[in-house]
């Protein structure tokens, strides 16, 4: 890939990231039932991890499934079976996503920590090439391989030159979760 010098910066032309807040397996999240206690006065736990098998273990309730749901459903979900079990007659519930671990994007080639990360809303290239431990001295910062998965289910290519972002001649790359980022060996 040529990348010209001098001339206007390359502004990626991939489709705009998408945030998908629907729950996942190892999704942290925080479920909070306003005013329940348990039989010592002691707050209810608040802090949950979405098991393997898509469940969170509540207090009264038990497993619930709640994969693939978002964090408005939760909500009704959980009000639902406390009134189901008669523990409350109008329960208030809200659901706050931590962290969703299972929602990732992928860096690779020359970054001093290629992997997967979790990604954050508005998460940008620069942040993941910081979780990623920055550039290898062999990096070519101007060839940047980003590749996302259009909503149609179409694979899109397209390459950025990390000093159009660092520079500010153009905005950080957002990123979503499945995008795929490569950043090549400078041919020098």
Known sequence: ???????????????????????????LLEIRIVGARMSE???LPSEYKVAPDGTV??????PTPIVGLEPNEVEKVVQAKLVEGEFYTHPQVSVVVRTYFSKRVSITGQVKKPDSYPIETG???RKLISLA???????????IIIQRKAKN????????????IR?????DVVLQAGDYVEVK????
């Open 41 to 43: 006065g002691k707050e």
């Open 123 to 125: 998460m940008g290239l």
């Open 167 to 171: 520079s500010g001649r153009i905005g």
């Open 153 to 164: 289910g179409k694979l899109v290519v397209d390459y950025v030159d990390y000093s159009d």
């Open 57 to 62: 273990n509540l207090p009264f309730i038990g």
């Open 1 to 27: 890939m040529v990348v010209a010098c001098g001339g206007a910066p390359h502004v990626p032309n991939l489709p705009n990231a998408v945030n998908s807040t629907t729950l996942g397996i190892g999704d």
């Open 185 to 188: 060996k400078s041919p020098i």
């Open 133 to 143: 431990g920055g550039f290898t001295d062999i990096a070519s910062e101007g060839n």
